[in-house]
């Protein structure tokens, strides 16, 4: 399996890294969408290399990646396409961990709309789990599976919109339901008057999540 290709920041202290952050764009995004959340989630994690990854597939459209194709929406082939995207991240996350020298928790998972289904579904079925999983305006793909596939319990953060037209705020409402009953830590907020997007409400939840979770 080809690696996914990164861009890299950090950490910010200068140091040798201890932690990694994967940060997973959206739909028709690439690895530039992402990296300028580093600086500004340094101070919560200044030790941390981040790497903002492509997904592995160009998007059908030419323009941009996806994690896989949405041109059929039903469920499941959004199941099939995310088991196979989790493939890609996952042997990322290890080549990272392993080239950095890193034990195998020093990690944490950020997505973004499709880039935050991908990280509910591959951090929540990783044998070692993730100091924690901040999905922006995603959802959670294949939630009948999850009872018998979950790995672990790592803390989520669940920030969604809810003036989003492109991934209801319901997405991650039922998302919160599904993780809650699986006895999965989460956090979730809803924000008045953002669309499909992250404002500085998800930029400070994030922060404190990821300070939380490598504390």
């Known amino acids: 399996m080809t690696l996914l290709d990164a861009l890299h920041w950090g950490p910010a202290s200068k140091a040798t890294p201890r932690q990694l952050v994967v940060l997973c764009h959206g739909l028709g995004a690439d690895r530039y969408d992402l990296i300028d959340l580093a600086p500004t989630w340094a101070h919560a994690c200044p030790d941390a290399l981040f790497a903002s990854v492509d997904a592995p597939f160009p998007h059908d459209s030419g323009f941009g990646r996806q994690w896989w194709s949405v041109a059929d929406r039903s469920p499941p082939l959004m199941r099939a396409g995310v088991q196979r995207a989790a493939g890609f991240l996952d042997a990322f996350i ?5 080239r950095l020298g890193l034990p195998p928790e020093a990690y944490a998972l950020m997505g973004f709309s499709q880039g935050a289904m991908t ?3 591959t ?4 044998r070692v789990a993730p100091r924690a999983i901040l999905a922006f305006s995603g ?3 294949a939630p009948e599976t999850l009872a018998a596939e979950i790995a672990d319990r ?11 037209d492109v991934v209801p705020a319901a997405r991650s409402r039922e998302a919160e339901a ?12 809803y924000v008045p008057q953002l669309g499909h997007g ?18």
């Open 94 to 98: 290890d080549a990272e961990l392993a």
């Open 119 to 121: 990280v509910l579904f």
């Open 123 to 126: 951090g929540l079925r990783r």
């Open 139 to 141: 959802a959670l793909l």
């Open 154 to 164: 790592a803390p989520v953060l669940l920030v969604h919109g809810l003036e989003d």
């Open 178 to 189: 599904a993780l809650k009953a699986a006895g999965v830590p989460v956090d979730a907020a």
């Open 198 to 215: 992250i404002d500085d409400t998800g930029l400070t939840l994030g922060a404190e999540a990821l300070q939380h979770g490598f504390a």
